[in-house]
């Protein structure tokens, strides 16, 4: 993690880019639910976005912090989303995961 997290703040600071990250710390507070014990397991996740915001600070690295809510619906470049199933799309001709949509 601490690996991952050194080349995100370096290509973050090479291209002087703002690295922007999901807002993980309301799903962790939410407690009520039991549909959402999933939630429990973000922790992995919470700790890579620990790693970047100190390395991200070292640095001078800007961070901004997003709603996760419908990020992997959006376009990241404006073209439309061709959606195939639960987990892939289409765009622009190049079939991807909705995961890397998000990020």
Same mark, same amino acid.
């Given at each position: 993690?601490?690996?991952?997290?050194?080349?995100?703040?370096?290509?973050?600071?090479?291209?002087?880019?703002?690295?922007?990250?999901?807002?993980?710390?309301?799903?962790?507070?939410?407690?009520?639910?039991?549909?959402?014990?999933?939630? @429990?397991?973000?922790?992995?996740?919470?700790?890579?976005?620990?790693? !970047?915001? /100190? *390395?991200?600070?070292?640095? $001078?690295?800007? &961070?901004?912090?997003?709603?996760?809510?419908?990020? @992997?619906?959006?376009?990241?470049?404006?073209?439309?989303?061709?959606? !195939?199933? /639960? *987990?892939?799309?289409?765009? $622009?001709?190049? &079939?991807?995961?909705?995961?890397?949509?998000?990020?």
């Amino acid at each position: 993690m601490h690996y991952v997290a050194k080349k995100i703040v370096k290509v973050a600071e090479e291209y002087n880019a703002v690295i922007i990250l999901e807002d993980l710390e309301k799903l962790k507070d939410n407690k009520k639910n039991a549909k959402l014990s999933w939630e @429990s397991h973000l922790w992995c996740y919470r700790r890579m976005q620990s790693y !970047i915001e /100190y *390395k991200a600070l070292l640095e $001078g690295v800007k &961070i901004v912090y997003v709603n996760p809510k419908g990020t @992997s619906k959006k376009s990241p470049n404006g073209k439309p989303l061709v959606f !195939i199933n /639960y *987990k892939f799309v289409e765009l $622009g001709g190049t &079939i991807t995961s909705r995961d890397v949509i998000a990020s």
